[in-house]
């Protein structure tokens, strides 16, 4: 199973940018899907997930700026990306989430990343 993010790429301060992650039904045998992103140097930060059951998520940080979605067939996850910061800068990680030993619905497998770069 290969995730692979799409859709990356520059944008200044202010604008747009909205990626996808094509996935498949094997993948969704999870409890949910996500985004996450990681500058170097730090620790990859999930911010946003979708479950099964649509109920979707967001850390503070991109909360009203981000959307997570995915198309009817659940075939592609998107991320929406509005308002972009300088500090939105990173490498951005679709993933799949799973139940771990205690039930919690976390990320176990993540796609190879794209680049998002905003600048001021």
């Known amino acids: 199973v290969q995730l692979v993010e799409y859709g990356g790429g520059s944008v200044q301060a202010g604008g747009s940018l909205k990626l996808s992650c094509p996935t498949s039904?094997?993948?969704?045998?999870?409890?949910?899907m996500g985004w996450g992103r990681q500058v170097p140097g730090t620790e990859r930060e999930l911010i946003s997930t979708?479950?099964?059951?649509?109920?979707?998520d967001y850390a503070d940080s991109v909360k009203g700026r981000f959307t997570i979605s995915q198309d009817d067939a659940k075939k592609t996850l998107y991320l929406q990306m509005n308002n972009l910061k300088a500090e939105d800068t990173a490498v951005y990680y679709c993933?799949?989430?799973?139940?771990?030993?205690?039930?919690?619905?976390?990320?176990?497998?993540w796609g190879q990343g794209t680049q998002v770069t905003v600048s001021s």
């Open positions: 993933a799949v989430l799973f139940e771990d030993s205690s039930l919690s619905c976390v990320p176990q497998l």
């Open positions: 039904r094997y993948i969704f045998s999870g409890c949910g």
């Open positions: 979708i479950r099964t059951d649509g109920t979707t």
